[in-house]
């Protein structure tokens, strides 16, 4: 009797310990499936999130609402598309390819490279520098002055005829396209004709554009007309048409950094043989472009 007694213990306790060893794993299989799960959940959450939704964007590091607006009228403003006819002119540069000065794409570029630097690039620059400080500060006179010396400034009469019918179409567009509070007060205390560079400083000020960008993106837009117009006149292909507006990148930032720091004392060009090619292409006898 004492025998059973102790064989049905013995086979309670090993049932038991089975039991509780049976309970033992249940519970670690639950919980390291639990660990397992948080972190799969852990590690792909944030995967999800990053395919699905970006994250909102740090303004410290994007750009924000006005920032946008401000690059996107810019593009289109200096953009070739824009509908001023700067296609329509040469600059002079029709004179230079028919006198032999430009005949290929070294000549081109050098040619292009003093216009930007000594010529009416910088002088250009300058008159943008100044025309978006005057119309920010709202100086109406100080307006009025810059434009008629701008327009005095001009060499000849079809780079006259050139940039003032491109500052008056500017402004035209700019404004039906892109409606400005204060831009109809600027050109008014302008009292006259606004040259091409004065016209893109007042209607970037109008819209609170950065000086900066908008002078490099200006440059950047009358050396791509250069290269056009050259291109077509030499002629050149469009690899180096491209080159030569690479080769260009140092002397137009260069020209920006130096218009925003000039004053009007600053002003002067020292390409003589360019105003002269501007001055001779009104009687040249073969002409493609109005300038």
């Known amino acids: 009797m004492p025998r059973m007694i102790m064989a049905t213990t013995t086979a309670i306790t090993i049932t038991t310990v ?67 006819g700067a296609f329509s002119y040469s600059s002079g540069i029709e004179w230079a390819v028919e006198a032999g000065d430009v005949t290929d794409a070294v000549s081109l570029r050098g040619w292009l490279a003093a216009m930007l630097t000594e010529g009416s ?15 920010a500060a709202q100086d109406g006179a ?9 327009a005095a400034f001009v060499p000849s009469r079809e780079r006259q005829l050139e940039t003032t019918t491109q500052g008056r179409a500017f402004i035209d567009i700019a ?8 831009l109809d007060g600027m050109v008014a205390a302008c009292g006259g004709v606004i040259v091409y560079p004065v016209a893109v400083g007042l209607v970037s000020a109008a819209h609170a554009v950065p000086l900066a960008p908008a002078m490099h993106a200006f440059l950047h837009a009358v050396v791509s007309n250069w290269i056009s ?4 006149l030499v002629p050149l292909g469009q690899t180096d048409s491209q080159r030569i507006l690479a080769g260009l990148e140092a002397e137009v930032a260069a020209t920006a950094r130096r218009a925003l720091a000039s ?21 040249q006898y073969t002409r493609l472009f109005r300038s």
């Not at 919980?31 to 799960?37: E, S, Y």
């Not at 100080?142 to 701008?150: M, Q, S």
């Not at 404004?175 to 204060?182: E, F, I, K, L, Q």
């Open 18 to 84: 089975i039991t509780i060893i049976m309970v033992i794993t249940i519970i670690t299989t639950i919980i390291t499936t639990n660990i397992a799960t948080t972190i799969i959940t852990t590690t792909i959450t944030p995967m999800l999130m990053t395919t699905s939704e970006p994250a909102a964007v740090d303004a410290s590091s994007g750009m924000n609402a006005d920032e946008a607006a401000a690059l996107y009228r810019l593009m289109t403003w200096l953009s070739p598309s824009f509908p001023v």
């Open 121 to 135: 690039g910088f002088c250009d620059a300058v008159f943008l520098a100044q025309a978006y400080r005057a119309a």
């Open 142 to 150: 100080a307006l009025r002055d810059l434009a008629e010396l701008a």
């Open 175 to 182: 404004r039906a396209a892109w409606a400005s509070d204060g």
């Open 229 to 232: 117009a050259g291109a077509r």
């Open 263 to 283: 004053s009007l004392d600053d002003l002067g060009s020292a390409t003589f043989r360019a105003d002269l090619a501007s001055l001779r292409h009104e009687t």
